[in-house]
């Protein structure tokens, strides 16, 4: 028996432990210092205990919360169990409890908001939810950057700048804090794909991955003070992710300063002493070896006892900074309503418009009849599959398509990889409310003839278009899969005024664009998705999102046309296979889902992600970051930059041109000296900025130097380069007419 699984016995569900009187209960004192009073009075089996994930004893039922982790607290001294839920569009895995849980839009589509307050409020949903199903800590946050857009997980990510996925999780997850419910961020780091995920082995070189993927989390981090990081299962430069002493102890606990606790993935431990050594500090779940082998290793000195106690303070640390000692979660019925509303609300911050030919949106109240055609548009819209799949009400409104044959080699995992779980919002209803007296009819679109003579006896024809993604499998191609573009063609063939909304876990390839008058982007848009895409189809709201993500023309345009590790078998040669991991006696082989020959992830587009790579190759992407179409017409103008003695201040002017009130996400982008050897110009700053019609405001934007900055492997820091800088705003990062040049002195 474990030590943990001896402390769970007899406790009761979702107990909370009463306080003791110990003095680190005093909420006046430092999180720091109330850690460290409670390890003086902790022996070595609760330190134990708190280092690695709780499971039930044979025939026990678990007294955990039923979420995806647990770890039993320590009554005596009023430590509650950790209650962890998977939570990266909102609570997972409710249903086994028969609790319900609000379904945001997709991460990837909240990232399109470019709206830190809305960000912000994304998290305060998942936070609120958690307490009120008795969680303390939300294990989404999710972060990898958009290396690969064919990857499962894109949906519940944040996008390909650095800058911006940072700055939302961030904001996302001091969200999910201020509910006093700990949050995590993940990834860490290079898992920017599912095939082969628990066997492949990420190599990039230093500079780029501290320009890249870590600074997301480094920013992230900073604006959240987030109490964990979940590290991924993949290698890097040859070390598992999960013990590895670059990544875990060097950037993120040395150079970031982070001061909450390295969790592993489910099953991304993979040695005892070595992982302990290199900076993890919880093995999750279970204690195959920081459980009893852990122990032994610290009476052998082989892990010294001031490392696990400081894995035990990184713990509690956090659990008192955020509040979850002092302001435990109580349980109740999850506020439904605030959750629709809110769920619509990030839905219409986040939704793209990128085509509108001919101003056909928004549609007019007169419109006589409307085609509504394929993916189930009649019952639902699509959700992300996987650990962050969110139980729908009443089960899936659509039935789920077979998982495709093609998909890449990951963990099956969840729904074994399964996805295409549709909530019941039904598109169809929301467009009839819209035009009570129109003839709105449906069509499946499984017979592309058929919706073709539907679409042409209607006015309008609105094609709703799929792509199901989940964790565990990528995305063969950025095709949509199923003949729908041929299912497009047909009805764009039958009828010119054609829109194509698409619910998709990110870009696809869409060869039938110049064909159709609008195309939607409203990748996986939540509960109340389908009142969003109506509002905004007839103008009730006027769109404001912009692309997290490059939509590329086509996969040959990618740095990687061939996912690494997908069939056929990698062109790129794979690096020698590094000395295995010693282990410990009696320590099992590695866990499931780890099979199949380790191959390189070999990143060699470097700092060239997402537009950089477009910018660097003079390729012309089909829709590009930054973009996002409105009702109404900006201007931009008088633009002004200054270095500030801390970085930047650039300040210029919006205005809007047209009749419609709207918002407008202001983009600031500048070039490096050339010297600097960057990317031809980076995203720095933004701002959405609310205009009535006719209004102008003045923006002011701070770019701190860290944005400016490069990393310097040779001095082991960020460096500002000195020289001149081009400074660029406007609408996207291919639409930027506002440019000067500023010089920096450079440090
Ligand atoms: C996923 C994590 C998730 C964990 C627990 C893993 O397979 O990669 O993102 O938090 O399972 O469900």
């Not at 052998?300 to 490392?307: C, D, I, L, N, Q």
């Not at 005024?497 to 060869?511: C, D, I, N, S, Y």
């Amino acid at each position: 028996m474990t030590a943990a699984t001896a402390a769970a016995q007899g406790r009761g569900q979702g107990r909370a432990p009463a306080p003791p009187a110990g003095p680190w209960m005093d909420k006046s004192l430092a999180p720091d210092r109330r850690a460290d009073m409670v390890i003086e009075q902790m022996t070595l089996d609760e330190k134990i205990q708190l280092v690695h994930g709780g499971q039930a004893g044979r025939g026990q039922v678990s007294p955990s919360n039923g979420g995806a982790g647990w770890i039993p607290g320590i009554p005596r001294l009023g430590i509650p169990d950790i209650n962890m839920a998977d939570s990266a569009v909102g609570v997972t895995r409710g249903a086994a409890m028969g609790r319900y849980s609000t379904l945001l839009p997709s991460t990837l589509a909240g990232a399109c908001s470019w709206d830190l307050k809305a960000a912000y409020r994304y998290g305060t949903v998942i936070g609120r939810e958690l307490r009120d199903q008795g969680y303390n800590m939300s294990i989404g946050g999710g972060v990898n950057l958009t290396r690969e857009p064919r990857n499962g997980r894109n949906f519940e990510y944040n996008g390909e700048d650095p800058i911006l996925a940072g700055s939302m999780v961030g904001q996302l997850m001091k969200g999910v804090q201020s509910q006093q419910i700990m949050g995590d961020i993940k990834h860490y780091a290079l898992n920017d794909q599912e095939t082969g995920r628990n066997i492949g082995n990420a190599i990039l070189d230093e500079r780029s991955m501290r320009e890249t993927d870590l600074l997301a989390f480094e920013i992230g981090l900073r604006d959240s003070q987030a109490a964990g990081v979940m590290c991924s299962y993949n290698k890097i430069d040859g070390d598992w992710a999960c013990e590895n002493e670059f990544t875990l102890s060097k950037v993120l606990k040395r150079a970031f300063g982070f001061q909450g606790w390295v969790m592993s993935d489910w099953g991304g431990t993979h040695s005892t002493t070595k992982a302990a050594l290199a900076g993890l500090d919880q093995e999750m779940p279970g204690s195959t070896y920081f459980g009893e082998h852990l122990k032994q290793a610290v009476e052998s000195g082989e892990v010294p006892a001031a490392r696990l106690n400081e894995m035990v303070h990184r713990i509690l640390r956090s659990m008192f900074a955020v509040g979850v000692i002092d302001n435990p979660p109580r349980r109740r019925v999850p506020d439904v309503f605030q959750g629709l509303a809110d769920a619509q609300y990030l839905a219409e911050q986040s939704l793209v418009l990128l085509k509108n030919a001919n101003a056909e949106l928004p549609l007019a109240a007169s419109v006589k009849s409307i085609a509504v055609i394929g993916s189930h548009a009649d019952v639902g819209v699509l959700s992300g599959g996987g650990s962050a799949q969110v139980d729908p009400p009443g089960g899936n409104a659509a039935p789920p398509p077979p998982a495709p044959a093609d998909a890449g080699r990951g963990r099956g995992g969840f729904g074994g990889g399964r996805s295409g779980v549709y909530f019941p919002d039904s598109p169809l209803l929301a467009i009839r409310a819209k035009v009570p007296n129109a003839k709105v009819t449906y069509d499946s679109g499984s017979d592309p003839a058929a919706a073709a003579a539907l679409a042409k006896a209607s006015e309008v024809a609105i094609v709703f278009v799929n792509q199901p993604m989940s964790e565990g499998r990528d995305a063969a191609s950025l095709a949509l899969p199923e003949n729908q573009d041929a299912l497009v063609e047909a009805v764009a063939a039958a009828n010119p005024r054609t829109l194509v909304v698409l619910e998709t876990g990110g870009p696809v390839t869409m060869p039938w664009v110049d064909r159709v008058r609008a195309v939607l982007a409203a990748f996986y848009p939540g509960v109340r998705g389908a009142e969003a895409i109506a509002n905004i189809l007839f103008g009730d709201v006027n769109p404001s999102g912009k692309l997290a993500v490059t939509f590329p023309k086509s996969d040959v345009d990618l740095p990687h046309p061939q996912i690494a590790g997908m069939n056929p078998p990698p062109a790129e040669p794979v690096s020698p296979t590094p000395a295995p991991t010693p282990q410990q006696p009696g320590q099992p082989a590695p866990g499931r889902g780890r099979g199949g020959v380790p191959f390189d992830v070999r990143y060699t587009e470097g700092l060239k992600v997402g537009y950089k790579w477009y910018d660097a190759e003079n390729k012309e992407p089909l829709f590009p970051f930054g973009l996002g179409l409105s009702y109404t017409t900006y201007a931009y103008s008088a633009l002004k930059a200054s270095p500030d003695g801390n970085g930047l201040t650039v300040t210029f002017t919006v205005r809007n041109t047209g009749k419609r009130a709207g918002s407008e996400v202001a983009e600031v982008y500048v070039s490096l000296p050339a010297a600097a050897a960057e990317p031809p110009k980076r995203l720095v700053g933004w701002e959405k900025v609310p205009l009535a019609p006719g209004e102008a405001r003045n923006v002011t934007i701070h770019v701190e130097p860290l944005y400016l900055s490069v990393f310097s492997e040779q001095r082991d820091s960020w460096q500002v380069p000195a020289g001149d800088y081009q400074v660029m705003a406007g609408a996207s990062s291919r639409s930027l007419p506002l440019k000067a040049t500023v010089r920096m002195a450079g440090n």
